[in-house]
């Protein structure tokens, strides 16, 4: 699996452990192998100038999702096929102030971003009530999996 991480932000991030998580998470979701994903990290200007591009809505966010070949999660008896993923795009400052609010680090705030862009890469969405719940639950299982890996559940 090739995963690409490139932090173009002012704020140091724990790069290895989001690349970690991305790949269990990938994992998780029966991703094939030779699948790529790319996680950009960039400042909040970056970020509302691709949030008023792509979304049409005005400062920066958290997280943004770019698919690619339009994967879907695979089963553990048909992973996906191998593909272009895509790109995830994250904004530390923002994933900064969210996690005070969360009571959280900002690391746990990167990693529930990447999980979450992870999903969208794989079709999921919570535009509506029952998908929110289904994606949300997904995360919070990936989340819940990874930190019992890593020793911090």
Known sequence: MSIE???????????ATILRLAAFALDAMHVHADADLAI?????????QLHVQWMDEPGPTD???F????????????ETPPGLLGDIVLCP???QEQAITAKHSTL????????????HLLGFDHAEPDE??????????????????????
């Open 5 to 15: 991480i490139n932090n173009e932000s002012a704020i140091p991030v724990d790069e």
């Open 40 to 48: 950009v990290l960039v400042d909040e200007g970056a970020m509302e």
């Open 63 to 65: 997280v943004l999702s």
């Open 67 to 78: 698919p690619m070949d339009e994967l879907r999660p695979g089963t553990a008896d048909a």
């Open 93 to 95: 400052q923002v994933a």
């Open 108 to 119: 746990d705030e990167l990693l529930m971003l990447t999980t979450h862009g992870i999903l």
């Open 132 to 153: 929110e719940k289904e994606m949300f639950g997904i995360q919070r299982d990936i989340l819940a999996g990874f930190y019992l890996q890593e020793g911090r559940a």
